[in-house]
């Protein structure tokens, strides 16, 4: 079935963590389905620039600079919308990969903060508009970490455990309503930053994580996802949707050529 059209009242779209990534992707592949994205993150520079390119393609975006964590900005943020007809909860990443013993508590804080709270402030603040549109969408962007765990992983796990149950949750307390709620949960996904921040800039460390997996998802397999789970007919919510690569099985079973 082909995509359809989004309608006057929904053809918003706010994307949170636009500035690269997955986040980017998504922005670029929802302007080309007839969205007026909305570019959000920290990095003013990164959406401003994104959003001239979408504009240039003949599409249309905004950016707009936002903490997802700062509560009383994403509040002012939501007065500019009367509707809103899809948001994008994309904001997050990892810290670190140390044991439960020996993690850092303020990488696990910063972790639950832009991964759980940043997605519950934004859905807070934007349910009405997404509710006013008559046909809302609500995305959460988790992870397989946020289905099962592994080594090195608790704080990153337990935030998108945490996400997890946000889209979960939700779900079960809106139905009835005129917002869907889909979770998209990838696997191993090669992007610019994510291993690169994770291991607080170390080159080596990063590469490591994708060494002899000849083809990790790409940010832009994870935004296609995202926009054919967004443009599928009214009726149809795509609950959860777990994407991996062919070669990773499990967060723990990878296939490598070494």
Do not use: C
């Not at 959000?40 to 520079?45: C, I, L, N």
């Not at 992983?153 to 779900?171: D, N, Q, S």
């Not at 991996?244 to 296939?255: D, L």
């Amino acid at each position: 079935m082909a995509s359809a059209a989004p309608s006057p009242a929904s053809r918003i779209a706010i994307v949170t963590g636009a500035s690269s990534g997955i986040g980017a992707a998504t922005a670029r592949q929802l302007a080309a389905a007839g969205y007026r994205v909305v570019l959000t993150a920290r990095r003013k520079d990164r959406i401003e620039a994104l959003a001239e390119e979408i504009n240039a393609a003949g599409h249309q975006a905004t950016a707009y600079q936002l903490d997802v964590t700062d509560r009383a900005a994403v509040d002012e943020f939501a007065t500019a919308f009367k509707t809103v007809g899809v948001l994008v909860n994309n904001a997050g990443g990892a810290l670190g990969a140390d044991p439960v013993a020996t993690g850092d508590p303020a990488d696990w804080r910063t972790m639950y903060e832009t991964n759980v709270i940043g997605t519950l402030n934004l859905t807070q603040a934007l349910l009405p508009k997404l509710d006013a549109s008559g046909d809302g969408t609500v995305v959460v962007v988790s992870s397989t970490a946020g289905h099962g765990t592994y080594e090195g992983g608790g704080g990153y796990v337990a935030a998108k455990h945490g996400a997890h149950v946000i889209a979960e949750t939700l779900r079960l307390e809106i139905v009835g309503r005129p917002v869907r709620v889909i979770e998209i949960a990838p696997g191993m996904v090669k992007t610019d930053e994510f291993a690169l921040t994770r291991f607080g800039g170390d080159q080596e460390k990063a590469e490591r994580v994708y060494q002899g997996v000849a083809e990790p998802l790409t940010a832009d397999d994870v935004a296609d996802t995202i926009t054919w789970a967004v443009t599928r007919p009214s009726h149809v919510n795509v609950d959860l949707l777990v994407l991996r690569p062919r070669a990773q099985a499990s967060n723990t079973k990878v296939h490598r050529d070494l």
